[in-house]
């Protein structure tokens, strides 16, 4: 079926690097991919999405970018920091129209101080 | 503004009982969804709604799952019977409409089912 691939699972990183998650999808109609933060316990929290006619978007030490051609999106974090550490999930609105989302499984991103 | 607002947060029960979770969504939000959270993987979307009415619950296990959004507000989400493997956390989203793309969660209710 329709899905969403999302590597790596784990990412180690040293505060002030950055870090890179890469996403692929099945749906070449797919037209929105947001990327949602989740602390351990909490609710996921949007941090960054793009619409398919759009090739980069960043937001401070944030971005995304989508490669509608290769049906792959990534998210780079820049000057990375404790609090980065979280679960971090790719989604895509899959289908091109009124679809909930579909997510990754997930990197859990780790800041080593 | 207010949040997405779940209970219970937690819920313990045994296999074959019956659950029942409560969302509230953000005031004005049209669209609901009931995402499934198995422990270590992504969100599932179970249900989609547009006001009152499904948009889509193609992945509802509907011989045991059930849900409700009657006056397009409020939404209750039912298991009955429970299985083991509803273990999981259920988090209730909401969006302005089907076409605003921007998703708000609740905190979730977190089930065990023993």
């Known amino acids: 079926g329709e899905n969403v691939e999302q590597h790596p699972s784990t990412l180690s990183v040293q505060e002030g690097d950055s870090a890179v998650i890469k996403c692929t999808y099945s749906d070449s109609a797919s037209n929105y991919f947001p990327w949602y933060k989740q602390e351990l316990g909490k609710r996921p929290q949007l941090i960054i999405d793009?619409?398919?006619?759009?090739g980069e978007k960043k937001d401070q030490r944030i971005a995304v970018t989508l490669n509608k051609t290769a049906k792959h999106f990534s998210l780079h974090i820049t000057e990375t920091q404790p609090e980065d550490s979280a679960v971090y999930f790719c989604a895509a609105r899959l289908g091109g129209g009124a679809d909930g989302l579909t997510f990754g499984k997930g990197t859990h991103l780790i800041i080593q101080p | 503004e207010a949040g997405v607002a779940q209970s219970p947060r937690y819920k313990i029960i045994e296999k074959r009982q019956s659950v029942a979770f409560w969302c509230n969504p953000i005031s004005g939000h049209a669209t609901l969804y009931w995402y499934q959270q198995i422990l270590g993987q992504g969100p599932k979307l179970l249900i989609q709604?547009?006001?009152?009415?499904?948009?889509?619950d193609s992945q509802l296990p509907k011989d045991r799952f059930s849900a409700e959004r009657l006056k397009g507000v409020d939404s209750t989400l039912k298991i009955q019977p429970a299985k083991l493997e509803d273990s999981a956390v259920y988090l209730c989203?909401?969006?302005?409409?089907?076409?605003?793309?921007?998703?708000?969660f609740g905190p979730g209710t977190r089930l065990l089912v023993l």
């Open positions: 989203a909401s969006s302005v409409g089907v076409y605003q793309e921007t998703q708000y």
């Open positions: 793009i619409r398919s006619n759009v």
């Open positions: 709604f547009q006001n009152n009415g499904v948009v889509d």
